[in-house]
């Protein structure tokens, strides 16, 4: 992308674009404008908000099905907040608008009149005038503050920063406001003026010379200087002498400043006090579409943005005045045909234009005016209006026609004083049609006609057939180089070359088999630059000739150029050549070969020119004929802009269909230019992106280069197109990324992304594919594995039954074994203990035995209670233990049993306590079970304790199913949790208790009573570190438990 910059001239041309209804705008009737932070233009209208990107325009109007809270479409003001909120004054209130979600909210229900200016303070604090009044919308407190009262406000503005706040009257009054005192000064501006006139000031626009640009309905433009306070009138009358009416102002550059007006526009230079009036001219396109000139905005660029009543959006930019441009208009002195030819320059300095359909023009470079020389039946006129051949020499104009021979024209006095005719054998020209004159070195004039090269012989004025090239040839150019030698183009066979002096002659033609051949044998124009390189123009392509090797070096549009049929082309002063061609003019640099093309987004009249039609006046601007009329530029004026535009995403369609904000299947929750993520499903996977760079000057010329992340590897350059299509994306996760480019193909800006998830369908998501390959896995692995389990199985149970069957005897023949021993342990330890008690009984007299034989006594005591518990033990696990239930007192039975324990507590200094409710506790219970399950509980808690054991009974006769609780509790060393069922198993002994007495059977014994009582034995784990055994034990027992 790039665009031109002209030097403004004292006759500055004026250059408008137009965007109106036929362009996508909503309504012609343009009131405001404003360009966004992020670039983008918004015109407000009769007829809804346009917002606009250089390409297509998007429009918002009210429309309460699409769920749009604007309330009217008549927008009259336009102002953006400092977050991005665009406020829209209409007719019918404030409507601000949140460009992220593209929704309208009404400011308030209170401000519901006409909306004339909208403004923001340094505060943040919202101004705007509403039906003649001025509010204050404060942003901290969402609240309304009416700043003026009982005055007409029309218009006011801030300065100083935007803290001082001044304002017009309807009655033309100038106002300070003190925002502290809330008052106003008033200072005089119209005490000349007759009551009866309307001295309404439409428009106040602060300078930074300390001075106000007024623009009234009926005094036209005045200034007020803040320091002096006095007021001067700078125009009250347009050029038709009416009063001027300011709508808007505008500072363009330096001190020229711009006013819309109902008249057109006034530009004016406060430096010089020099002023131009831009008007609409009926027969001209790029003028202004509509005198109404309502709005003015400056966009980044430079260009200013002119809304009309009646003309829609006229855009004018520097860049559109770089080619100046001539074509009829129904004025005097205009251009007389569109079809230029010919141009050459006389001796006087004034230029000839032959044109294809108006005759004969000579142009003042000065004065920019045209005099036109039309064929009449007169004595004096030029015989055609299709001219072909120029050639001006000395004070003669040779003028070479279509079908109707030549004319020799007196430039003086400009009249036709000669005429050939192919039909006057007199002068012995052959051919009526005349493509082209040149003088040679030598003095020859040489005409290329329809049939034939002619040469003129000045003594006899006639002409003869040249023998140095072939006859009843079309000839369309003729060229003479710097060594003498005439290159002469034909029409359909090849370029011929002849030197006069050398008598060296030559045809060289196009050869489809040899690239360095010439490209095309249908010539154009022939020329030699300033480095004596020739070049020739054919409808193959642009030539370079090598005449060394009498080859060529071809460009073609594989080279940049925008087409192949080469017209004409010229050399500036800086050895730039200029090429014009059916699809624009392109600019060359021969050293780097680099090409950039011009066309009419860039200010042509047309992109098509003409043929052989270019010239450089001694000044070194260059001239162009086309097919719409003649252009003329300075290239020293050329410049590259240094602007980079944003590019933004500013449409998404799904199937054709443009994706709306929240609507339903659409995966757009705000705005796509805002969006950076978007995620479709799958059946949303043929989709387009639009997008644009946020360039006004000629967008149409911008080219981009995009790629999507995920699918393409390399960068995919687009010359024009700005809309990409996607068919059938693939699920995935891609990434579209598109950046602006220049000719050489490098970037330019910033590069926009857009993140794209494509979700699968359920049936082709990851998570069904793990689905599929799992169930597939599973299948496989249950079909293989079942035989397998099966057999397994199989042999598992035969294995089981025989090892059931031998552990059962074995474990029976343990059993035998251990009853054997415990009875045969028993029987002599009962023989002992008898004697023993009696030998006791006889010999209290001697201590000594009596304690050797007590020491005896208990471990025999020991040994009896410990075969007890063994033979108790093998009943349980052989279901042999018989239980007889019968009600007892549980309280009685463990106070008994407590005391039983008193003195061995006693003897090892250990605090044995006892807790029991004050009512006795009555359950079905087995006395004999009950008791041993107390004793070993009561046991192992003296054996290991430290200093107490505590003996809790607990009963809770609310409970649905009561039941006794017996806590042993001891603080002894404690038992890990780790250890929780371990100590109930037979036999099982801590490492820290092996020093103590036991067998590691009294709690495993315990546990099996107390499941034949129908309950549960558990060790407690407690906060208070200390081992607690708990004994729940039913107080009723059933018949089925009972007969258990």
Known sequence: MYALWA?????????????????????????????????????????????????????????????????????????????????VGTDQGIYIFDPAFEQFRLLHASIVDEILDIREDHTGDIWFISDLVLYQYKTKTDSIVQVSHKINVSAFCFTNNAQEVWLSTTHGQLLQYNRHTEKFTSYPIFEDALPSVDHWIEKIYYT???????????????????????????????????????????????????????????????????????????????????????????????????????????????????????????????ISGYAVREIVADKYGKIWVGTEDGGLNRFDPKTTSFTNFKPSRQAGSIAHSNIHGLLATGDTLWIGTFEHGLDLLDIPTGKVFQHYNADDTRGALGNNFIFNILKTKRGNILLATGRGLYSYNPVTRSFSRSSDVPNYIFYTTLFEDNEGTIWVGTWRDGLFYFNPSTK????????????????????????????????????????????????????????????????????DNAGILWISTSKGLVRLDPESNDMKVFTRANGLLSDQFNYNSSYKDESGNLYFGSVKGLIRFDPRNYRETDYQAPVYITGFQVHNQELRIGTEDSPLRSSIIFTKTIKLKYNQSTF????????????????????????????????KNRKVYFTNMAPGKYTFIVNVVDSKGSFKGKETKLY??????????????????????????????????????????????IKHQREKTLYQAKIDFFTLIVHEIRTPLTLIKAPLEKVIQMI?????????????????????????QLL???????????????????????????????????????????????????????????????????????????????VYLEYDSLATSAQIKIRVVNDGPLIPKEMREKIFEPFYRMKEGIHKQGTGIGLALSRSMAELLNGSLELQFTDDNLNTFILILPQMQTDNEREK
């Open 208 to 334: 930074s010379g300390n001075q106000f640009i007024l623009g009234t309905r009926k005094h036209g433009i005045k200034l007020f200087d803040l320091i002096s306070h006095s007021c001067k009138s700078l125009l009250s009358r347009d050029n038709k002498n009416e009063a001027i009416f300011v709508r808007d102002i505008i500072h363009h550059k330096d001190q020229e400043y711009w006013f819309a007006t109902e008249s057109g526009i006034v530009v004016y230079d406060m430096q010089t006090d020099i002023h131009t009036f831009l008007t609409r001219e009926k027969d001209d396109p790029w003028s202004l579409a509509d005198n109404a000139v309502y709005t003015f905005c400056k966009d980044q660029e430079g260009a200013i943005w002119v809304g009309t009543y009646f003309g829609g959006i006229n855009y004018y930019s520097k860049t559109n005045t770089f080619f100046e441009k001539f074509f009829p208009k129904d004025i005097p002195n205009a």
């Open 756 to 801: 794209i998830e494509i979700s699968p369908p359920f049936w082709a998501s990851t998570a069904a594919y793990l689905f599929y390959f799992a169930l597939v896995v599973a299948i496989i692995y249950y079909s293989i594995n079942s035989y397998d389990r099966k057999i397994k199985e199989r042999n598992r149970r035969r294995l089981d039954t």
């Open 504 to 571: 060296k002659k030559g045809r060289l033609t196009h050869d489809p088999t040899n690239f360095n051949s010439i490209s095309s044998n249908r010539v154009n124009r022939i020329f030699q630059d300033s480095k004596n390189q020739i070049w020739i123009a054919t409808e193959g392509g642009l030539c370079k000739f090598n005449t060394k090797s009498t080859s060529f070096t071809r460009f073609d549009k594989h080279n940049g150029l925008p087409s192949n049929l080469i017209l004409s082309f010229m050399e």
């Open 688 to 719: 387009s992106i639009d997008f644009a760079a946020l360039s006004f000057t000629s967008p149409t010329m911008t080219e981009y280069a995009y790629k999507m992340e995920g699918l393409d590897k390399e960068w995919v350059r687009l010359k």
């Open 7 to 87: 030097v403004a001239l004292k006759s500055q041309p004026y250059y408008f674009t137009h965007y109106q209804v036929e362009q996508g705008l909503s309504n012609n009737a343009v009131l405001c404008s404003l360009q966004d932070s992020k670039g983008f233009m918004w015109f407000g209208t009769k007829d809804g908000l346009n917002r606009f990107d250089g390409y297509t325009f998007k429009v918002f109007q009210n429309d309460p099905s699409a769920g749009s809270l604007l309330g009217s479409n008549y927008i009259r003001a336009l102002h953006e907040s400092r977050d991005g909120k665009i406020w």
């Open 844 to 868: 209290n007299a001697t201590p000594a035995v009596k304690r050797n034989l007590e020491l005896i006594e208990r471990n025999t005591e020991r040994l009896i209670t410990l075969s007890g």
């Open 872 to 950: 108790d033990f093998r009943k349980v696990e052989a279901n042999g233990f018989s239980l007889s239930f019968k009600k007892v007192d549980i309280t009685d039975l463990l106070s008994e049993t407590y005391s039983s324990f008193r003195l061995s507590a006693e003897k090892k200094k250990v605090q044995l306590s006892l807790h029991v409710p004050q009512e006795h506790i009555y359950a079905d219970m087995d006395s004999e079970a009950f008791v041993k399950i107390i004793t070993n509980l009561m046991d192992n808690a003296i054996k290991y304790c430290h200093s107490f054991v505590r």
